[in-house]
């Protein structure tokens, strides 16, 4: 079964970088790897995915100019560079496989343990 395993989150000040990173054990379809983020009680929305066969990606709006997606198919390993974050940032980050193109993102129906990112000072 296919496993994906996020890591690298952490604390960091208002206007900080952090490098999330997700393992994927396995190169199936779907090819899209998806990042998204959610808040306790709160929806989880899509925040950025990126093909690893294409490396086409998607952002969603509120992220566009600040995080940089990007996968090493070698590693297995998909990035999310994030910068300039701000506490809006604050929540679980989640990577999941699906659809991905640049118009937008899928969902998924499973999920990890996620990786907590604080932006706090």
């Known amino acids: 079964q296919r496993q994906l395993v996020e890591s690298g989150g952490g604390l960091v000040q208002p206007g900080g970088s952090l490098r999330l990173s997700c393992s994927d054990s396995g190169s199936t379809l779907p090819y899209g790897i998806g990042w998204f983020r959610q808040l306790p009680g709160k929806e989880r929305l899509g925040v950025s995915c990126?093909?690893?066969?294409?490396?086409?990606?998607y952002y969603a709006d509120a992220v566009k100019g600040r995080f940089t997606i990007s996968v090493d198919n070698a590693k297995n390993t998909v990035y999310l560079q994030m910068n300039d974050l701000d506490a809006e940032d604050t929540a679980v980050y989640y990577c999941?496989?699906?659809?991905?193109?640049?118009?937008?993102?899928?969902?998924?129906?499973?999920w990890g343990q996620g990786t907590q990112v604080t932006v706090s000072a």
């Open positions: 990126i093909n690893r066969a294409s490396r086409l990606t």
């Open positions: 999941a496989a699906v659809p991905c193109d640049p118009q937008g993102m899928g969902t998924s129906q499973s």
